[in-house]
């Protein structure tokens, strides 16, 4: 068999070690191994192997530590990174450091050998700046060491270095914010801002407004100028989530921007350039969507450059002794007395389904942290919080149907909950009272068959009101209908 090259193998497991000295032996690599750090940057330092294997954890350096000095010397060799720890920040601090790829441990033999020929036959990317000494595990958004966990950590340590737009599917309550913020956080666009909007909690009416902005006057209650989300992520990421609740009109600007770099604000003329990443989160079928009509085919493309499905938290049950520690542990940092979860109790809470997902287990952890003396939280607790609650009618049932003050309410609290710790733009007032009015007054003249007179006369207003507000919303009237 022909020589294909030499592969140096970096770690302190002689079985890991052997193994990896026959699969590479059998498809025709010379392999040269040792258990330590320092042969290996000796044997990189004078020019040998046209790849490396290394583990992390050695008995006398970090391999991760290791990396950027063979880097500087070698920046064309690429280095294969594999681990135990299952981290996030292990895979982020591998591509960071100039690592072609990261594997996880016990990683599997083909796929291995996939990268090594990938590695060997592509152009090799360039290091990368170092992760900044601040960042630790405890900061981490994402927990979890699970199979499912350390693929999500591989294509988003593949993606800190680039531009490419992401689009994050998952059921509510996995985490996809924390997964966009970890991709702005550790990606190339740190040091500029994240910037989120919720589309099923912003009206309508109400979209273009907030992502694009507008100029003083573009409607009612425009008394100034208002910078939208894109303005406001300018240089940084801006995250749309449920992306899928987005109305096919705010849909075409959006897809223009992703087309040409630019948009305008609502009621401008001058194109004004965008330099934004976008990160989108659904917890839809999009593929669905379009097929229904309800979600634009060519914008889906434009946001499916990088698909990435979030587990739900019964499809990787493992992780949950790890979540539990770490939200006790939060609580315990701010103030809640420390508490330690009995070895069935944990059972009890690892089959359970959590349909909730994370963010529902998040909220069990903190009630158990405040509200129970225990120190050791036993089963019987985890019992009686995880029953079943009784049932309650629902607002909706014959008689009890919702109000338009509280459909209203409900709305608007989505709104404003959707801002975080900002305040919408100024104006709101008029904004609201123009999106009640444009429906009110369609109505009002769809029952009266189009008669501007009789339409005054129902609402209360001035003939000459009316037909002002239909010309000012460019409301159509059809006569004679009904």
Do not use: C
Request: hydrophobic content about 40%; overall charge neutral.
């Amino acid at each position: 068999m022909s020589h294909k090259g030499t592969i140096l193998v970096a770690d302190d497991d002689r079985s890991i070690r052997t193994v990896l000295d026959q699969a590479l032996g059998r498809v025709g690599y010379q392999v040269r191994s040792t258990g330590n750090a320092a042969t290996l940057w000796r044997w990189a330092s004078e020019g040998e192997g046209e790849l490396i294997i290394t583990d992390v954890v050695m008995p006398d350096e970090n391999g991760l530590d290791l990396l950027p000095r063979i880097k500087r010397i070698r920046p064309d060799l690429p280095i294969i990174v594999m681990s135990a720890q299952k981290t996030l920040l292990t895979a982020v601090k591998a591509a960071e450091r100039g690592a072609y790829d990261y594997l996880p441990k016990p990683f599997d033999l083909k796929e291995l050998l996939r990268v090594v020929e990938r590695a060997l036959s592509q152009p090799k990317m360039a290091p990368q700046e170092d992760a900044e000494a601040a960042a630790d595990e405890e900061k981490l958004p994402l927990i979890g060491r699970s199979p499912a966990m350390q693929e999500i950590y591989r294509v988003m340590a593949r993606l800190m270095g680039t531009d490419l737009t992401v689009l994050i599917y998952g059921e509510s309550g996995t985490g996809k914010e924390l997964v966009a913020r970890a991709l702005h956080d550790y990606g190339k666009r740190r040091n500029g801002p994240f910037v989120a909007i919720n589309m099923a909690a912003i009206p309508r009416e109400l979209i273009e407004s907030e992502l694009f902005g507008h100029e003083k006057g573009a409607f009612t209650g425009a008394a100034n100028r208002y910078a939208g989300r894109f303005e406001q992520a300018e240089g940084g990421t801006l995250f749309l989530d449920e992306i899928g609740d987005m109305p096919i009109e705010a849909q075409t600007r959006l897809l223009r921007v992703l087309q040409q770099g630019e948009y305008t604000t609502v009621g401008g003329r001058t194109p004004i350039r965008t330099d934004v990443r976008i990160v989108a989160a659904t917890n839809r079928d999009l593929r669905q969507a379009v097929n229904q009509g309800l979600f634009r085919e060519d914008l889906f493309y434009r946001l499916n450059v990088v698909p990435l499905r979030l587990p739900p938290l019964r499809e990787r049950s493992e992780d949950i002794p790890d979540l539990v520690r770490y939200f006790l542990s939060q609580a315990a940092a701010q103030g809640l007395p420390v508490k330690t979860v009995s070895p069935e109790a944990m059972e009890r809470i690892r089959r359970y389904r959590w349909p909730g997902n994370v963010r529902e287990l998040e909220n069990l952890v903190r009630r158990l942290a405040a509200l129970y003396a225990d120190d050791v939280i036993g089963i019987e607790v985890i019992d009686n919080e995880l029953a079943e609650p009784p049932q309650v009618p629902k607002p909706s049932e014959p008689g009890e149907e919702e109000t338009l003050t509280g459909a209203i309410e409900r709305h608007l609290t989505k709104y404003f909950a959707a801002q975080g710790d900002d305040l919408p733009a100024p104006g709101l007032y008029d904004r609201m009272l123009r999106e009640l009015e444009i429906p009110l007054i369609s109505l009002s003249l769809a029952a009266t068959r189009g008669n501007q007179i009789k339409a005054a006369h129902m609402l209360g207003l001035n003939r000459n009101t009316l037909r002002k507000k239909i010309r000012d919303h460019n409301i159509q009237v059809i006569r004679g209908l009904k």
